[in-house]
């Protein structure tokens, strides 16, 4: 029992540190930007490389882990998370610290599928496995919430390079664990990794992301904007071609036929999409428009951190064993919804904290979303 209990803070740490590389950076980007050169639409990559590396390759994490086991994608990821943060906060240019993040991400493809597979393989379905989902939804959620508080503190007390300092430790104490809390890989599984599909995903993510970030400063009919756009949009279709031919494709095209995969899909992009997003619209709001240092705006973030944590520890397993997943999932993605809104509501130029405050709600919602 006190092995499954470190074994599953060991996995929930872990998507901690996934979930507060996310944004733990926002508060302290104009800190950065400053630093390091970045002007006001490029200091934007600082989250897009991350997000890129990690969405771009995270099909390609969950192969690899599938061909070459679980506890060892584990510790490639933690490596690469560890040596890419220290070289983040070290980073003398703006160039060094995108292609770290971009690295970060990459580990946090290798992290996510392997901490989900040591998640189902390591703990029976029922009452146990719910428990462990919910701990790693909060981890996952107080995460993110978390990450701005953390930023904050950190970019006011020790300067910006920190918010990547912070993770070497963390990632190497998880490394260090892993060999003595995870069960040893089977044997490797035969297959291809499908390289092409991976290095296609990757690129069209990141061509679209250029071209949605260069739109409103360079104009959407520029060439940087329009023709990112039209790349990316391109070498998707080229993914679709390439995968529909592959012996052991990356992405099985005939998985999409399924109406219940579609929709889950669907509803992730959307969660993620959202939510995502709203936590660095919400840090830009704070600082340039209502003044906020880096400190005071991390502290606003502290009721949604509380919230999410207690609710994914105990509102979580609760419900998910009552109501199922799906009812689980409509009902918290709705009142995430309504949490949004709320926010929305509360962002306005004579706005401030207390009008905030009402969107803290939407933590608990969020929490078991995720899980």
Known sequence: MERHRARLALLASTQLIVALDYNIVYVALPGIGTALGFGPSSVQWVVS??????GGLLLFGGRAV???GAR????????????????GGLASGAGMLVAARAVQGAGGALLTPATLTLIYRGFAEGPARNKALGAWGM?????????????????????WEWVFFVNVPLALACALAAPRLLPADPARAPGSFDVPGAALATAASALLVLGLASGPDAGWASARAAGSLAAGAVLLAVLIAVEARTRDPLIPLRLARGRGLATTMIVIAVFQGTLGGGYYILTSYLQPVLGYSALEAGLAFLPLTLVCML?????????????GIRTTLAVST?????????????????GGFWTLLPAASSGACSAASRS
């Not at 060892?72 to 943060?85: I, P």
């Not at 520890?313 to 609760?318: A, D, K």
């Open 66 to 68: 599938d061909r070459l």
């Open 311 to 323: 609710a994914a520890l105990t509102i979580t397993p609760v419900v998910l064993g009552r109501w």
């Open 72 to 87: 060892r994608m584990f510790m490639t990821g933690l490596a690469l998370y560890g040596a890419a943060s220290l070289a």
């Open 334 to 350: 709705a009142g995430t919804g309504a949490g949004i809104a709320a926010m929305v509501a509360g962002t306005t130029a004579g």
């Open 139 to 159: 981890a996952g959620s107080a995460g993110l919430a978390a990450g701005s508080l953390l930023g904050g503190v950190l970019t006011n007390y020790l300067g």
């Open 49 to 54: 490389a991350y997000s890129v590396g990690l």
